[in-house]
């Protein structure tokens, strides 16, 4: 390194004072940025400037070192320095930005999905969503090349989802009112792989690789119906009070796993998702409020449960009933255990929505729950933005951003919304 010099930024007097050492033995020496490692200036012994980009690509064991430009009145640092600040992202990221055209195209779905769950800022429930939805419906493509996936076998594929979830659903919830059709999963399914596609295409170098190449998916459903994307279906249900009666009379009534009323009166009495609930935590509980990490939200900020009576005696019972069992280490800080779960805890809504269902009229669903809580309380004289404060839903349009409603601001709507819900169970 006696050839290279470091400067707290490169900039145009720092590059035109440069003068090549010639009392060195080399031929090329070296300007480094501090600023942003692995971004310089080389010099030949002919005094010609390139700048360079030089850095490891993470997990692979291999250094790159490649040319920008030649430094000229056009191609100056602040031409060069964002190009180089995308290699390094792209290296630290394991993935070598001068790769091959066909190398690029050799890249494998499963690869291409983990680089897309580890670059993008994803909750928690969201990777597991994508995981589990890559792996249900698109298991057999996975180490298949992405690019190698064509149009035709994208819209096949979306309509075969829709009819195997719709014939599956059918199935299970045969004796209900409520069922679905697969229309959503499918969509849901191609707008992951569509997120995926567009990923790589946006790191595509086209000075170096070509013109990028399109998104299938995007080609393969522009249309609407059975030629392309399924008319999602907006879910508007909610319980009336005859099913909220026989939900609670079920529910006084059970004989199965303790805590399975209690998951899904956390989605009625507090307005909680299923992840939100699964992943409850006693560090979560204070005297006056359940705080849910901003990481567990789908709303991605931190969020205060109001602690109404209802919910205090939900949680003394929880915790008498989780303190008489020897639970594992690593099962005994959660509301919702699971020693079967290698996280610990429940992690769907499924298990305890499901033994519940056998008993009920109707079908039963945590987003039905939610739902119910906000129009009980519009109902009671909530406003629109409180009963989207009570879920936790981002309010549309940059204005409503600055009401900001705490958890004391909720509770009295969630009280009115308790005192209801007492006189269907006397």
């Known amino acids: 390194m006696s050839d290279s010099i470091f400067v707290p930024e490169i900039t145009i007097p720092v590059l ?9 033995g080399s031929n090329e020496q070296f300007l480094w940025e501090e600023k942003n490692p692995g971004f310089g200036v080389r010099q030949l012994r002919s005094g010609t400037k390139t700048f360079v980009v030089s850095g490891a690509i993470a997990g692979a064991n291999r250094t790159r070192r490649r040319v920008l430009g030649r430094y000229s009145n056009e191609f100056g640092p602040q031409q060069a320095r964002p190009k180089a600040k995308r290699f390094l992202g792209m290296m630290a990221d394991g993935e070598d930005p001068w790769a091959s055209p066909d190398e690029k195209r050799g890249k494998t779905l499963q690869r291409a999905m983990k680089d897309y769950i580890a670059k993008e800022r994803l909750a928690p ?10 792996g249900n419906h698109l298991l057999e493509w996975m180490d298949r090349p992405l690019f190698e996936i064509k149009r035709h076998e994208i819209m096949d594929r979306h309509n075969e989802i829709q009819e195997i979830v719709a014939a599956r659903n059918a199935e299970r919830f045969k004796s209900k009112e409520y069922a ?3 229309r959503s999963t499918a969509n849901g399914t191609m707008r992951w792989l569509r997120a995926i596609f567009n990923r790589e295409i ?6 170096t690789d070509g013109p990028a190449p399109g998104n299938p998916v995007s080609v393969a459903l522009r249309r609407k119906g059975k030629k392309g994307w399924f008319q999602d279906r907006c879910r508007e249900r909610t319980l009336d009070d005859d099913e909220l009666r026989e939900l609670f009379a079920v529910m006084s009534a059970w004989q199965g796993n303790v805590l399975a009323p209690y998951f899904i009166k956390f989605a009625l009495y507090a307005g909680m998702r299923a992840n939100e609930i699964g992943n409850m935590n006693w560090e979560w509980v204070d005297k006056k409020s359940i705080i849910i990490p901003e990481a567990q939200t789908k709303a991605r900020r931190t969020f205060e449960v109001p602690i109404t009576a209802t919910i205090r005696t939900m949680l003394d019972e929880i915790r008498k009933h989780n303190d008489s069992f020897e639970l594992d280490q690593r099962c005994r800080s959660f509301l919702f255990p699971s020693e079967r779960a290698v996280s610990g805890h429940v992690t769907h809504y499924q298990w305890a929505a499901e033994a519940l269902r056998e008993k009920l009229s109707f079908h039963l669903n ?3 729950l939610r739902r119910t809580l906000a129009s009980l309380a519009v109902r009671r004289g909530a406003s629109e933005r409180m009963a989207l404060s009570l879920l936790n839903d981002k309010p549309a349009g940059v204005a409503a951003n600055y009401i900001i409603l705490s958890a004391s601001d909720r509770q ?5 919304v308790e005192r209801h819900l ?3 169970q006397e």
């Not at 946006?202 to 000075?207: F, G």
């Not at 009295?412 to 009115?416: D, G, H, I, N, V």
């Open 180 to 182: 679905y059709d697969g």
């Open 125 to 134: 429930a969201t990777v597991d969503d994508i995981e589990s939805t890559m």
């Open 16 to 24: 035109d004072s440069w003068r090549f050492n010639r009392a060195g």
């Open 366 to 368: 945590s987003h039905d």
């Open 422 to 424: 007492a006189t269907l």
């Open 412 to 416: 009295p709507w969630m009280e009115r």
């Open 202 to 207: 946006d790191r595509w170098d086209e000075d």
